[in-house]
T-cell receptor, first 116, second 117 residues
Framework: AQKITQTQPGMFVQEKEAVTLDCTYD???????LFWYKQPSSGEMIFLIY??????QNATEGRYSLNFQKARKSANLVISASQLGDSAMYFC?????????????FGTGTSLTVIP | AAGVIQSPRHLIKEKRETATLKCYPI?????VYWYQQGPGQDPQFLIS?????QSDKGSIPDRFSAQQFSDYHSELNMSSLELGDSALYFC???????WGQGVSPLHFGNGTRLTVT
């Protein structure tokens, strides 16, 4: 089974509007971390935001917030006030905290295009 | 702040040649990962090291090997290169936290773009 599922291959948003990128995950581990990364066309992977499974509040980092619904196993990324520079691939990832290995699991990504 | 350093940024090799990619993790990070990302693909985990010991192995071909040295830098050695090895190779590092103390994010280098002709 897929550990991370991103069901939106591509999304479009008008500049200055908010957009939600979906991510669902699958784990039986009580301790895990969820991450979002941005990959612009230049290729680098930029860490955006992190949510721990024990965190009581949704994570926020500037214009990024994570809508964490533990019971639904979803960790959607919300980008407010979209900017042209937000156009990129966005990857959701997870690491299980008690995993004896060190793997991070990535989703297949969502390509976001911000329209002027 | 110091980031993950990868070299070279670009590499062009011919089929059946060898290549060595280098990675310098963020200081004090004890875990290093290698990922391969093909065009339009998500990153595929190859291998990881914790405190210089191999800790996990993913879809790394037998033609590839990696190690982490005493100064924590890591090298990915690729032999008998094939056209399909053309990809962006990322190194990433993180801090391994004891279980129950949270999970540290992966910090990626800028990647090495390998082209095999």
């Amino acid at each position: 089974a897929q550990k991370i599922t991103q069901t939106q291959p591509g999304m479009f948003v008008q500049e200055k509007e908010a957009v939600t990128l979906d991510c669902t995950y699958d784990t039986s581990d009580p301790s895990y971390g969820l991450f979002w990364y941005k990959q612009p066309s230049s290729g680098e992977m930029i860490f955006l935001i992190y949510q721990g499974s024990y965190d009581q509040q949704n994570a926020t980092e500037g214009r990024y917030s994570l809508n964490f619904q533990k019971a639904r196993k979803s960790a959607n990324l919300v980008i407010s006030a979209s900017q042209l520079g937000d156009s990129a691939m966005y990857f959701c990832a997870m690491r299980e905290g008690s995993d004896t290995g060190n793997q991070f699991y990535f989703g297949t990504g969502t390509s976001l295009t911000v329209i002027p | 702040a110091a980031g993950v350093i990868q070299s070279p940024r670009h590499l062009i090799k011919e089929k059946r040649e060898t290549a060595t990619l280098k990675c310098y993790p963020i200081p004090r990070h004890d875990t290093v990962y290698w990922y391969q990302q093909g065009p339009g693909q998500d990153p595929q985990f190859l291998i990881s090291f914790y405190e210089k010991m191999q800790s996990d192995k993913g879809s790394i071909p037998d033609r590839f090997s990696a190690q982490q040295f005493s100064d924590y830098h890591s090298e990915l050695n690729m032999s008998s290169l094939e056209l399909g090895d053309s990809a962006l190779y990322f190194c990433a590092s993180s801090l391994g936290l004891p279980w129950g103390q949270g999970v540290s994010p992966l910090h990626f280098g800028n990647g090495t773009r390998l082209t095999v002709t």
